[in-house]
């Protein structure tokens, strides 16, 4: 140690100082899930602003991935990277980034599935359902089929939940829902949705053929194919944004395959439906405009 006077930058006077290692250790689970949050814990402290961070094994001295500062305490989290192989724990000085203690790490990849209808009409409410969460602030999204990896679109976050509801595109066209990793922004499932005009006939087991539009308090005949073998089956007329199960007039199906409605007396949108009340499913819709 010296003191240098700054006038000539002379030493005026010194001290010997033996600099020893630190000796610390760094720990971490064996294995994680890509994008998940893990523990890492260390056995000392050298300066608080060092760091601990994540990284694929082989990367070079000083560099760094998802990392914190280790602070006052001796344990802390990361995030997975997105990407599964083998990686180390590193607690590095920030004191020219050198790497005190490692461990490694395999991060391996995220097993999870999503859901939505085969087909749904134009901006209407789309019901998606996830199998498990990866990390609470992933996202599920409706993109068009083909987008690049990272984009989103209509979206929500995941959260605690394993479902969530999403608003289908004005276009129609096909589309995929997509599970997305916020880490690394990677898409872990996905499903194909085809979304069909506003005012398409939707078939899941029973295809209603209906006029598109009629006057109020006129007699309208909406006939049918298909069907289930349930003990009650219903052709009902709603609203078109009323709940599945709710109607204005509706007919338990019998032997025929038509049924005879009076359109309301009041205009709007409405909607043919087939419903398989037994196992509370609709099987087949089908819009009618009254005006």
Not at 130 to 153: C, F, H, Q, R
Request: hydrophobic share 40%.
């Amino acid at each position: 140690v010296r003191y240098v006077l700054r006038e000539g930058m002379k030493t005026l006077a010194s001290a010997p100082l033996e600099v020893v290692a630190a000796e610390l250790s760094i720990t971490a689970p064996e294995q994680v899930t890509t994008g998940t949050s893990f523990k890492v814990s260390w056995s000392d402290t050298v300066a608080s602003h060092d760091y601990y961070t994540v990284v694929s094994v082989g990367t070079d001295e000083g560099r760094l991935g998802n990392r914190d500062l280790v602070g006052s305490k001796g344990e802390g989290r990361l995030t997975a990277p997105a990407e599964p192989g083998m990686y180390e724990v590193r607690y590095v000085l920030r004191e020219g980034m050198k790497t005190l203690a490692r461990a490694p790490v395999e991060v391996v990849a995220a097993e999870v599935g999503i859901s939505a209808p085969e087909k749904v009409r134009a901006q209407t409410e789309i019901k998606v359902e996830w199998s498990s969460v990866v990390s609470s602030d992933d996202y599920y999204t409706i993109v068009p089929m083909g987008t690049a990896e990272g984009k989103l679109g209509s979206r929500g976050l995941v959260r605690d939940s394993n479902e969530g509801r999403l608003k289908a595109p004005a276009e129609p066209g096909l589309y995929e829902v997509r599970y997305v990793l916020r880490e690394g922004m990677k898409t872990l499932a996905r499903t194909p949705v085809e979304v069909l005009a506003e005012d398409a006939a939707l078939d899941s087991g029973a295809a209603l053929s209906a006029p598109s539009s009629a006057a109020p308090g006129a007699a309208v005949t909406v006939s049918w194919t298909g069907g289930s073998d349930s003990s009650d089956q219903r052709i009902a007329l709603a609203k078109a944004d009323a709940a599945l199960f709710t109607w204005v007039e509706a007919h338990k199906v019998g032997d025929t395959q038509s049924q005879e409605f009076s359109m309301p007396e009041e205009p709007g949108r409405y909607e043919f439906r087939y419903l398989d009340v037994s196992n509370t499913k609709v099987l087949g819709r089908a819009v009618i405009e009254v005006k």
